[in-house]
């Protein structure tokens, strides 16, 4: 049986990303080509700190573009790149099944339009990248969801942002913003399926990118003494010249008689656009122009309220922009002129990047208000994948709470550290991230970001608890070693004990201006230095839960003590020896003089005289046997693309090539695990061709001893454990389909036995990367770590 432990995949980088359903309290955002799904973000104290992904739903083979809950539905959907909308069901146990699978077109899904003013309408609209309008309604007599009409918006327009008004059961209109800076409003009559384009409006100077809507309480209004039911909604939309606008429609019945406006000021009166349909008459006109954002809004939401039930000086409004800041606007009580009540995020400085601690702006924002414990959340996404969190205090102010991390792109590399308490992990988003347990509740967390680079991260190993050898899409391999300040805060935080009180460590990490390299800091006699460390030790010290994005940005950081040079392409795979004296590398290749291994030693970090020469294209995994107690021999197994492996027996500095095996596979091998144990040096391969084999070093020759083949897909990523039964082997193993595999192999016997096949809910949505198992056992069972393409880390316990 598997449990899952955590699961860790960053929020991808588009609007209307995520949402939240007030019914379960769930949240749901795209992360690569899948959808994650939360526990209740509240509790009944509160916003709940031990928030985390519990599945991450399948079914999409190109990245997720928009995710929106139906109000009061339990229905989730969700659209990607690939022109395919997935409607979900949540249980009552929390699980999801595929309601249906929806594909209106062949482009990108750009965005979802949902009804605003009216929850038990469960219609909706979806946009594409060429320029197209689908409308949706639940048949009930098939119970599905079926295309009603679709349209096609004026040539070079694709919408962006879409909202639907119910205006009766048979009359909707559609507002939609996109790649002009205007806005399309459509109408549609659902007795004839019939979309209606009746206006173009400009205002805006740049894209419309976010549109939603409230309507306010229906106004009665004396006309000639006739009383008159005005109805009005009020729409904001965000646009990338920097502005907010607010938007007012009005609704009358077209047999009513027309009402004047008198006490407007006429300088202050915009050009109305005014349309009619079969039997309503509309007026749009513009309400407000919000500034404050200092680049692009990236979206507008008013805080959640009852449909169609709200006064006009009750709304507040949440925008978020690329300059990574988040607003709260409201309206003043006496003269409903709209102010920003506060502002959240950062000041960023113009073209920083992540990498220098930026948050690299705000996306997706939302306003969540929880009925039940009167707590309310400002929530909004990054570049980074990661989520800001703003709880909102009794006084009015908002504090910064630890929220959802993960990577954005590909997990590549995975290492536990030797006491197997913590565990860093690489991605193609060019970072190294820190995972541990909380004390306070014994969840997986984000506890660091050790390194942050310029260059997609390859490959990472852990020589020591404190120290770290990472390898990325450069020629240098580099060396990291944790500052004080990081490990004072993971002994008191986390469930991890390190030497803090060793002197050798750095006091903490910079990164310089124009520089790519995080820089120890230790000499504290320097009045600047003495002054960062001070705030940055502050920070950490006065941290009692996990945290939050902007710390892990900024302060945790590893300083980098050595680069190693030598190779003459990207760093590919890197392994240490038992003893950590050595560390062995390889690059990328396609001829054999760059096809070798080369030796750094660790106490001088100079690279050792041999390189080791016996494979034609890249090696992409290098791995030395394990330590044994009844052997004191240690051996080094490197795969490559050319369909080889070579065996190397190590003498301190010196290799010796025991054999290289020609042809081991039929397709390129991906990854290695040992399982050797006392004399008995044996090991597994498995490759693209499906197959997974067992090798054994007999009479200095080495003899393939038993095989297992997949029949479903290629094999990318395998580890292996020692059990409690002599020369019986764990092995976890990873397919390019997303399957993982538990298996034992008996060594003495050459015998593969399957324990079980990971259940499919549990597993990432694409091919697994790497797989790494805690060799520190609990009960008979291991800690799995498991790395995807699909950017998802995940933690089961198998």
């Known amino acids: 049986m598997s449990v899952v432990e955590g699961i860790f995949a960053g929020c991808n980088r588009n609007l209307a990303i995520f949402d939240y359903d007030y019914q379960s309290k769930v949240l749901a955002y ?18 709940d700190i031990g928030t985390q992904v519990v599945a991450t739903l399948k079914h999409h083979t190109r990245a997720v573009s928009c995710v929106k809950w139906l109000h009061k539905s339990s229905i989730l959907l969700s659209a990607c790149e690939g022109g ?23 482009h990108a899904i750009s965005g979802i339009g949902l009804v605003t003013n009216d929850d038990k309408c469960f219609d909706f609209v979806v946009a594409d990248s060429k320029g197209m309008l689908f409308y949706y309604s639940f048949e009930s007599d098939v119970h599905r969801f079926m295309e009603r009409a679709q349209i096609e918006l004026p040539f070079g327009y694709y919408a962006m942002g879409v909202n639907i008004l119910r205006i009766s059961e048979t009359e909707m209109v559609i507002v939609t913003g996109g790649s002009k800076p205007v806005l399309q409003v459509l109408t549609f009559d659902k007795m004839v399926n019939l979309f209606v384009l009746q206006a173009t409006v400009p205002g805006h100077d740049d894209w419309v990118r976010s549109i939603d809507s409230r309507e306010i309480k229906t106004e009665s209004v004396d006309v000639n003494g006739v009383p008159v039911e005005k109805r ?28 004047v406006e008198t006490n407007k000021l006429k300088l202050l009166t915009s050009k109305e656009f005014k349309f009619t ?25 008013w805080k959640e309220g009852d449909c169609g039930m709200q006064e006009y000086n009750s709304l507040q409004l949440v925008s978020s922009s690329a300059d990574s800041s988040v607003m709260v606007w409201q309206p003043d009580q006496l003269s409903g002129v709209w102010f920003p009540e506060t502002r959240l995020g950062e000041i960023a400085i113009k073209g920083a990047s992540t990498a220098t601690g930026s948050s690299g702006g705000f996306y997706c924002s939302k306003w969540i208000a929880d009925d039940k414990s009167g707590a309310e959340i400002v929530l909004s996404n990054g570049k980074t994948g990661s989520f800001r969190c703003w709880v909102k205090q009794i006084d009015g102010s908002f504090e910064r709470k630890t929220c959802l991390t993960g990577p954005v792109r590909g997990v590549t590399d995975i290492s536990w550290s030797p006491s197997g308490e913590y565990v860093l992990a690489t991605s193609l988003d060019q970072s190294t991230r820190l995972y541990a347990r909380y004390k306070g509740n014994g969840k997986w967390y984000e506890f660091g970001r ?3 680079h ?27 070693e944790m500052p004080r300040n990081v490990a004072e805060m993971l002994e008191r935080v986390a469930n991890v004990s390190v030497s803090s009180g060793n002197i050798t460590l750095p006091e903490f990490a910079s990164v310089p201006v124009l520089g790519l390299s995080n820089k120890a800091n230790i000499d504290e006699n320097d009045e600047g230095v003495a002054g960062e460390s001070e705030i940055v030790s502050d920070i950490l010290v006065d941290l009692i ?58 106490s001088t970090w100079l690279q050792c005289s041999e390189t080791l020469a016996a494979h034609d294209l890249t090696i992409t995994r290098l791995r030395y046997s394990l330590p044994d107690d009844d052997n004191k021999n240690e051996y080094l197994l490197a795969v490559s693309r050319d369909r080889k492996f070579s065996l190397w027996l190590r003498h301190g500095e010196e290799f010796k090539l025991i054999k290289v095996q020609e042809k081991a596979h039929s397709r390129i091998i991906w990854d290695c695990a040992w399982v050797n144990f006392g004399d008995n040096i044996s090991f597994v391969t498995v490759s693209r061709d499906k197959e997974m084999r067992l090798w054994k070093l007999e009479n200095d020759d080495v003899v393939c001893t038993g095989s297992v083949r997949f029949e479903e897909s290629a094999v990318t990523a395998i580890d292996s454990v020692k059990t409690a039964q002599k020369g019986v082997f764990k092995l976890v193993v990873g397919l390019d389909n997303g399957d993982v ?6 060594v003495l016997h050459n015998e593969f036995e399957e324990l079980m096949k990971i259940e499919e809910s549990l597993l990432p949505g694409a091919g697994i990367s790497r797989i790494s198992i805690c060799d520190k056992n609990v009960d008979d069972t291991n800690v799995v770590c498991i790395g995807s393409d699909d950017s998802s880390l995940r933690f089961l316990r198998i």
């Open 454 to 480: 310029g260059y997609d991260m390859i490959s990472v190993k852990l020589m020591t608890d404190t120290k770290f050898v990472s390898g990325g899409d450069e020629k240098v391999v580099r060396v990291f």
């Open 30 to 47: 795209g992360s690569a080509n899948t959808v994650s799904v939360t526990t209740p973000i509240f509790n009944e104290s509160g916003y």
């Open 545 to 602: 839960q996990p945290p939050v994005e902007d710390v892990l940005q900024r302060h945790t950081l590893w300083p980098e003590c050595e680069k190693l040079y030598g190779h003459g392409f990207e760093i590919t795979t890197l392994d240490a020896s038992k003893d950590r004296s050595i560390v062995s590398s390889a690059c990328r290749s396609n001829v054999a003089k760059h096809a070798v291994i080369r030796n750094f030693n660790s």
């Open 277 to 301: 349909t079969l039997t309503k008459r509309y007026v749009l006109s513009l309400d407000a122009i919000l500034m404050g954002h200092d680049d692009w809004v990236s979206e507008v939401s």
């Open 232 to 259: 009005r909604i009020v729409i904001a939309t965000g646009s990338l010249d920097r502005i907010i606008r607010l938007w007012n429609l009005t609704v009358e019945d077209v047999a009513a008689p027309v009402y």
């Open 84 to 106: 395919v909308v997935n409607l979900w069901k949540r249980s009552k146990d929390g699980t999801y099944t595929l309601l249906q699978g929806l594909k209106p077109t062949e």
């Open 741 to 746: 595999y538990v298996y034992i192999v008996d």
């Open 450 to 452: 050790p390194q942050i």
